[in-house]
């Protein structure tokens, strides 16, 4: 059974473990230059006592190839169980050969047992390749991201273990799919539906949840207002940062001296923007605005998953996906058992 299953599926396996091999040659010819460039980088503004300058510039010349890779990383597991997970079953189903091996010795059980563990344990491993390398290649460019902590919800899809649980999940996903609709390309579409709903509904709604978010109250300074947000309305939003590297900000809201949202500001706020000039009179206004508004009880409310529960969120996750897959895989014996004919 081994053997015939390797037969039926050797060609996609080729296909797909090719593909991830010249990403990773490509990937390791180019990522020691890439660490090389930054260290030495690093090194030289170091010593002359400021890096904001060379880091801003790293930053701006490898952005593009560095979230083009996270969302190849974010992809694989889909193409996975929309190539390999849903034909998986209804292929055969579809075409009626599973007949032929259930009629002899195989049983139903062990027939989707070798099929689901010689393909998914393959995915599995494609993905966890395809993260590892990127993961591993990204990370110089990941030290000077300020703006785009590993928590964010783009790059923490792409990173270290939570690719491998996607890809068992889209491809069990896949197949038990396939298993209920009966056709190919249907089958396709609905795995395609389902796994892009998961991956929009990870990071918006069950992911920040994943632990109770941390809650901090901080005065606004000219240190840590970056920017200000409005509309028709007036002024409505500021961007206040927080003093913890790496965190994944979940809400930042203006609140006055009773602890209210304040949902429109004082226009007199723009003052306190941009960063002080020579002009002892700009300087003057901004230092005043800032005064006025601590005087005024204006504080930022930020809501954050700190960067040191990125390993936690990672296992977590991780899991959630793996008790998803084993779920799928439960049913899917139970319905081959039972419904299927």
């Known amino acids: 059974m081994i053997w015939l299953t390797w037969r039926q599926f050797r060609l996609q396996a080729f296909v797909v473990f090719g593909g991830v091999a010249a990403l990773v040659a490509a990937l390791a010819?180019?990522?020691?230059?890439?660490?090389?460039?930054?260290?030495?980088?690093?090194?030289?503004?170091q010593a002359h006592?400021?890096?904001?300058?060379?880091?801003?510039?790293?930053?701006?010349?490898?952005?593009?190839?560095?979230f083009g890779l996270a969302i190849v990383t974010m992809v694989v597991p889909g193409l996975l169980g929309l190539f390999w997970g849903a034909p998986l079953i209804a292929r055969e189903l579809e075409t009626g050969t599973h007949?032929?091996?259930?009629?002899?010795?195989?049983t139903r059980t062990r027939w989707l047992a070798v099929k689901l563990g010689l393909a998914g344990l393959s995915a599995m491993i494609a993905a966890g390749i395809v993260s590892a390398?990127?993961?591993?290649?990204?990370?110089?460019?990941?030290?000077?991201?300020?703006?785009?902590?590993?928590?964010?919800?783009?790059?923490?899809?792409?990173?270290d273990l939570t690719p491998v649980g996607y890809a068992a999940?889209?491809?069990?996903?896949?197949?038990?799919?396939?298993?209920?609709?009966?056709?190919?390309?249907?089958?396709?579409?609905?795995?395609?539906?389902?796994?892009?709903?998961?991956?929009?509904?990870?990071?918006?709604?069950?992911?920040?949840?994943?632990?109770?978010?941390?809650?901090?109250?901080?005065?606004?300074?000219?240190?840590?207002?970056?920017?200000?947000?409005?509309?028709?309305?007036?002024?409505?939003?500021l961007d206040v940062a927080t003093d913890q590297a790496g965190a994944w900000i979940l809400s930042s809201v203006t609140v006055d001296r009773s602890g209210q949202v304040v949902r429109t500001l004082p226009s007199w706020i723009d003052d306190c923007m941009g960063?002080?000039?020579?002009?002892?009179?700009?300087?003057?206004?901004?230092?005043?605005?800032?005064?006025?508004?601590?005087?005024?009880?204006?504080?930022?409310?930020?809501?954050?998953?700190?960067?040191?529960r990125f390993w936690l969120f990672q296992w977590l996750e991780t899991g959630v996906f793996l008790v998803l897959t084993a779920g799928l895989c439960g049913f899917g014996f139970w319905w081959i058992r039972r419904r299927l004919s």
Not at 30 to 45: D, I, K, M, R, V
Not at 59 to 66: A, L
Not at 99 to 106: D, E, I, K, T
Not at 203 to 218: A, S
């Open 29 to 45: 010819i180019t990522g020691p230059g890439l660490a090389e460039l930054y260290h030495s980088g690093l090194a030289a503004c």
């Open 169 to 237: 999940f889209a491809f069990a996903l896949g197949a038990v799919t396939g298993m209920l609709v009966r056709r190919t390309i249907p089958a396709m579409a609905v795995t395609l539906a389902v796994f892009v709903g998961i991956q929009l509904a990870m990071p918006l709604w069950i992911r920040p949840h994943l632990m109770p978010p941390v809650q901090t109250t901080v005065d606004i300074t000219a240190e840590n207002l970056h920017g200000i947000g409005g509309g028709p309305a007036g002024m409505t939003s």
């Open 275 to 308: 960063p002080p000039r020579q002009e002892s009179g700009v300087a003057q206004a901004q230092r005043a605005c800032f005064s006025r508004l601590a005087d005024s009880g204006y504080r930022q409310r930020i809501s954050y998953q700190p960067d040191s």
């Open 133 to 159: 390398a990127v993961t591993w290649w990204s990370d110089p460019i990941q030290q000077t991201s300020a703006e785009s902590p590993r928590l964010s919800p783009v790059l923490f899809a792409a990173r």
């Open 49 to 66: 006592g400021s890096c904001s300058a060379f880091t801003t510039e790293f930053w701006r010349g490898h952005q593009g190839v560095f």
């Open 99 to 106: 007949r032929l091996v259930w009629n002899q010795s195989v």
